[in-house]
């Protein structure tokens, strides 16, 4: 049975928790990270040189970095309605994925830590935050999810991020598109047991 390894408050590895709900996969919980530790055990680092979770382990295969695990577990459990086997499907997705993950989630995890410690620049960063956001709105005026209609392994990987947006405690722009998209997020059950709770 596939090991994961991770804790339900680490959005990346809720992200893993929520795909396997979504695709009903029995699998092996073993808590590790933050208040549990463990990923800076020699035997842990032998799987993950970063010391980070979630890892997946599934027969010989370890999979590690939250997007590559959300991929792996789509292919190779056949989930094609949520990651496509044609090229051209795949990559629709994997833009989508790979933006969230360099110009969406980053940005808002730097200025969520710099409103944390107080610090300097919060205006600017605020700024590049809503800017993020606002081009995700505009997409999602043309369709129902991130990568087209269909929901798919890219509104996986940015759900973390869409829910922190609605609890960033900044002025916000009301994103008309986006709230109608975080409503369809929030109504799927998976969402709402593994997103809503994952703070770090
Ligand atoms: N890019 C990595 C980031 C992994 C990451 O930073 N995980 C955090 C939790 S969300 C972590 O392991 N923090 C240390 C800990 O939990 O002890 C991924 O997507 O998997």
Not at 77 to 92: F, H, I, K, M, N
Request: with cysteine; aromatic share 10%.
């Amino acid at each position: 049975m596939m090991k994961v390894y991770g804790r339900s408050d680490s959005s990346n590895s809720a992200k893993v928790y929520w795909l396997l709900d979504e695709i009903g996969m029995e699998y092996e919980r073993i808590d590790c990270g933050g208040r549990f530790g463990g990923n800076d055990e020699p035997a842990y680092l032998a799987m993950n040189p970063h010391g980070k979770v979630p890892t997946v382990v599934d027969g010989d295969l370890v999979v590690w970095e939250s997007n590559a695990v959300l991929r792996y577990i789509a292919s190779q459990y056949r989930a094609v309605e949520l990651w496509p086997d044609t090229p051209s499907g795949r990559a629709t997705v994997d833009k989508w994925m790979d933006w969230s993950a360099t110009a969406l989630a980053p940005p808002l995890t730097r200025l969520r830590k710099t409103m944390k410690a107080d610090g300097d620049g919060i205006d600017a960063m605020t700024a590049t935050v809503i800017g993020a956001f606002t081009q995700l709105d505009a997409k999602l005026g043309l369709t129902q999810h991130m990568a087209g209609n269909a929901f798919t392994i890219a509104d996986i990987a940015a759900g973390p991020a869409v829910h922190r947006w609605f609890l960033l405690p900044v002025d916000k722009p009301d994103l008309t598109n986006l709230n109608a998209y975080y409503e369809r997020l929030r109504a799927r059950p998976a969402f709402a047991s593994r997103i809503v709770g994952a703070v770090s």
